[in-house]
């Protein structure tokens, strides 16, 4: 049996449909009972704990956001492949689920709200040699499920795993702009002018090093304006400047101030909420793990920072925030048992007076949005994006709400 999924651009979106086959291949004979798939969207975490002897702890966390099925055919029918059956549904937009039923405590540092939008699709493990290891991930499951007759029993299954990008509600989210300044201070013969075109010979340099405090000294201020905020696969702004500090130089002039590299990185924050192991614990565990991803980097050769102007450097770099499913970046997002965040760092390597100087401004809250923002209007019509699913009976907690009601607009 083989499941397979219609091809769409890009990953689902909440409210997407979704549309695919579940098929009998060769020419065996089947006797069946029934064939439906099951769709169901989860968050696990685990983390494992080393202790002496090579002993291991292990703390789960596992929490359904959604899960439905759809009955395609119902039997007892014997029936020859090759055969198939035609599904469709919208995916979910909220999740449909009581929680996590198994944690011990409310946690303000996760999302415990049952009716949450549905988070993006995630995947992120870590080991470290003296901590703990940790795994964690949201993910999106579509399953079709052969039942065999009752005078055979067992059943044949097929799985897909489908990623999904939320949308940013916003449509033209503020990048929140925040300050940073460092002040420089060169002492170098190549402040003056007659020095700026040409090498110092050797004479020039030793009567230099002989004679340093005498040597002209100039203050230069770098700023920049870093954004808090940031949309994928939009330009990410970034303004750089710097001025000139007379009152504390001894050059009469501005001295020439050259761009020579710039590396910016987004330093993300992976936490996750387990169920403790241990029957005696009287609360949750709860771990962070912490990594840097390069978002753009940049060397320049002759780029001079005319003092007191601005100097955009998305379009320097060409600095957009790159969305890919192989990336580590996703959109920040906090569930029930798993948070992703991110700071934005900034270096910035400045050179005057043939002295290179390196700045790094970092921004511990840095969102990151999807690509994406909440349609104004429903895709497809109500009549037709709902399909009549009811949930299916598992060990999850009773009362979940209906296919239908949860994801209607």
Known sequence: MALMIDAIHGPYRPGSRVSGSVLLQGKDTYDIESIKIVFIGRCKTKVTEKGSNNSRTHHRGRVTLFRYQQVLFTGPYTLQAPHQWPFEFQFPERCSTQGGANFKSPSS?????????LPSSF???ASAWMGPDIESFVRYE???VLLKSSAIHGTIQATKTLTMRGYRQEQNPDPQLVYFSQQWAVQSMYLLPEYQDRKATFGEKLKGKLHSGKMPKSHY????????????GQPLPLVLGASYD???STTTTAPAVFLRQIIVSATSRTAVRCASGSMWSTSDVIEETCGEYMIG??????????MSDRMEVDSLMGLTMQESIWSPLTPTFRTFNILRDYGIKIVIV??????????TFIKPEFVILPPDSLPTTATY?????????DPIETEEPPGLPSYEAATKS
């Open 221 to 232: 201020v770098l700023t920049a304006l870093v954004p808090t905020v940031g949309v994928f």
């Open 246 to 248: 007379e009152d504390r």
């Open 109 to 117: 540092f996760f999302d415990d709200n049952t009716n949450q939008d």
């Open 350 to 359: 400045t050179e005057c007076g043939k002295q290179k100087r390196s700045s």
């Open 142 to 144: 579509l399953e079709a």
């Open 381 to 389: 019509a109500a009549d037709e994006a709902v399909l009549e699913v």
């Open 297 to 306: 980097q940049k060397n320049f050769s002759e780029q001079a920072l005319e």
């Open 123 to 125: 995947s992120h493990d």
